[in-house]
């Protein structure tokens, strides 16, 4: 179930309160959330919207601890990252957030393999039983018959399943997806987003996805769209927002 | 290691700059081990030197002779042990390019003076009862293949030219690997009675030894009051401080060498420093997937040190190596016109720190660069 107006406590895996993010450009502070507030439960699969320079990346990259918020406050199963440290939060990422950027981010010299066993090397988890995760999560995306196979040598949706496969190896607790399909053709697209729906209905993933696209945003369960800055639900401003921004 | 394939396939990435700034760390470490060898055999006479041994020579010069009668008064000097005498012969073996040091010595003290040159002593008995008898070091004996016994002919244009012949009656042996086996002995008997009227009885230097080390500011002031005002007044010093003015006349050996030195690893450091940073740039973004995926940014500089180490030790191993296998034959080469070419363990492992420091230092700054790199803004130069 997911709230946008709602400013008080909750049992929602994700909380987000009254988070805004401004940035100073040119001598200028430029606003880009105001007021934020969000609740996202386990299992949910949202879509975020929007014109570019609404603001989607900033807030998933608020949500995925990549960067903090000016004011307010972002939890996540019961963690406040908000407050956390630098070195806290990259400790934090590695556990809880698995990331799908729109251009694969593959390490090049690596095999699908071996970047799919990147997560896994932070952890203590003995040769065996990384190459096992691994195994799993390449068969997951339908790629068990390329994991010796380089980026260079895979298609565009190949290349995004292993990113797929990277994300949820070490079973985090939910996916960032920055335009997933946004550098693939419909074909590979459609597969894609049927492989993250799998994750979410067969796995109980929780997904939270960036995307300009209206036929890959209907996939998710909830449409919201951010519009200078506001979160709207299904395109519509929340009547508060109108007044003061805060839903 | 888990990580260390990750590594290795970040170093492969671009073969070509890979073998250049290997191939730049090798060719600084040869450099380094070979100026360190050169600056080892200037400065070996130096390090040699008997603690308790003087060198007297003439005051105005080396090459001014001074009186055979001088030995007697300076033997009586309390404190002196031993004394010998010395003449530079100048000569080659057959042709010009077979030059090495031989001395005319004064067979009954040499060995007392010189206790690290080791004759046989039936070889240093032989050689007393031979006018024409000659003691060589075991590396000139090597380098002209010869044997106890061989007639050994040694042109020279001094006293009045020509060629001497000589019996190879002994061969010596230094007690440490750096002690000098170039040098050639014959006596002083045979070279007196050759020589033209003129120069007899003018040897060259004195080398003597003290009953202490502790005598040796005493004695050699007391050497030269004795020969004050005469015509050949003497200079009187350590054997060390001897070998180093002798070195000195080259210029200043040792600063060239570090100047050389300093300048070639500093260029190293710009050309490894500059190649880790382009290196880590083109990566920026891959750097960030590995922050964003929860690697920390001591991991992150961990990768690019480690990179730029693994980088240095190989270059510096095969510098290294290349120096072992080099030298030698480069001191076979230079035929004998220095001391023997060492290669000491000391340089080896001073080359190999040196090429950690540098491997270390050209990977801090861009290492630190990627470390503070935000995730946010490197993601966002995809």
Redesign the interface.
């Known amino acids: 179930m997911i709230r946008v107006d709602n400013n008080g406590s909750s049992s929602a895996l994700i909380q987000v309160r009254g988070v805004n993010k401004t940035y100073r450009r040119g001598g200028e502070n430029i606003q880009v959330l105001q007021g934020l507030n969000l609740d996202v439960d386990k299992g949910d699969f949202v879509a975020f919207m929007g014109p570019s320079g609404s603001g989607k990346t900033t807030l998933l990259n608020l949500l995925g601890g990549l960067d903090v918020p000016t004011s307010g406050h972002i939890s996540v199963d019961g963690d406040e990252i908000t407050n956390m440290s630098s070195s806290k939060l990259t400790q934090w990422r590695a556990r809880h957030v698995g990331f799908i950027f729109q251009m694969y981010n593959l390490i090049p010299v690596l095999t699908a393999f071996q970047n799919v066993e990147l997560p896994l090397l932070l952890t203590k988890l003995s040769k065996a039983q990384r190459k096992q995760h691994v195994e799993t999560a390449l068969s997951v995306v339908g790629l068990s018959d390329r994991m010796n196979h380089y980026p260079r040598q895979l298609s565009g949706g190949q290349e995004q399943r292993v990113t797929i496969a990277r994300a949820v190896v070490s079973d985090p607790t939910f996916l960032l997806c920055d335009e997933p399909t946004g550098d693939l053709d419909r074909k590979s697209a459609t597969e894609i987003m049927e492989l993250i729906e799998e994750l979410v209905a067969k796995h109980g993933k929780t997904v939270l996805m960036v995307t300009h696209d209206p036929v890959v945003a209907d996939r998710a369960h909830t449409t919201l769209h951010l519009e200078k800055g506001v979160l709207v639900e299904g395109g519509k401003l929340p009547q508060n927002a109108m007044a003061g921004g805060v839903a | 290691m ?2 260390s ?2 590594i290795f ?2 170093l ?2 671009k073969k070509v700059r890979l073998i250049l700034t290997i191939g730049s760390f090798a060719v600084a470490l040869f450099l380094f081990a070979f100026l360190a060898v050169v600056k080892d055999a200037f400065g070996r006479g130096a390090d040699v030197a008997g603690a308790d041994r003087l060198v007297i020579i003439n005051r105005t010069s080396i090459i001014n002779t001074i009186p055979l009668s001088y030995r007697d008064k300076i033997l009586r000097i309390p404190g002196v042990k031993a004394i010998t005498h010395n003449n530079w012969f100048g000569g080659v073996y057959k042709d010009e390019k077979n030059f090495f040091p031989q001395f005319v010595i004064d067979p009954e003290a040499q060995r007392k003076v010189f206790p690290e040159l080791i004759v046989p002593d039936d070889q240093w008995n032989a050689f007393l009862k031979d006018r024409q008898g000659a003691i060589v070091g075991a590396r000139t004996a090597q380098r002209f293949g010869w044997k106890i016994g061989d007639r050994i002919p040694i042109k020279t244009t001094l006293y009045g030219g020509g060629a001497w012949e000589f019996n190879l009656d002994g061969i010596y042996h230094g007690k440490r690997p750096q002690d000098d086996e170039t040098q050639f002995w014959f006596q002083w008997d045979y070279f007196e009675e050759k020589i033209p009227e003129g120069v007899k009885g003018q040897i060259g230097w004195y080398v003597l030894r003290l009953d202490s080390p502790d005598d040796a500011v005493r004695v050699a002031k007391a050497i030269d009051g004795e020969f004050a005002n005469s015509p050949s007044e003497t200079k009187t010093q350590t054997e060390s401080a001897f070998a180093a003015n002798w070195v000195k006349q080259f210029g200043n050996i040792s600063f060239l060498i570090l100047s050389i030195g300093v300048i070639v690893f500093f260029t190293l450091l710009l050309v490894t420093g500059n190649t880790m940073a382009i290196s880590v740039r083109e990566r920026t ?2 750097l ?10 001591r991991a992150i500089l961990f990768f690019v040190l480690a990179e730029s180490l693994v980088i240095a030790l190989i270059g510096g191993v095969l510098g290294l190596g290349l120096a072992m296998l080099a030298i030698p034959a480069l001191g076979k080469a230079l035929n004998g016109l220095l001391p023997a070419l060492i290669l000491a363990p000391a340089v080896l492992a001073l080359g190999l720190v040196v090429a950690v420091a540098v491997g270390i230092v050209s990977g801090l700054l861009p290492g630190i660069s990627a470390m503070r790199m935000r ?2 803004n490197a ?1 966002r130069r ?1």
């Open positions: 888990k990580y394939r990750l396939a970040n492969l990435r973004s891959e960030a997937v590995f922050k964003a995926i929860g690697y920390s940014d995730v946010v993601l995809v």
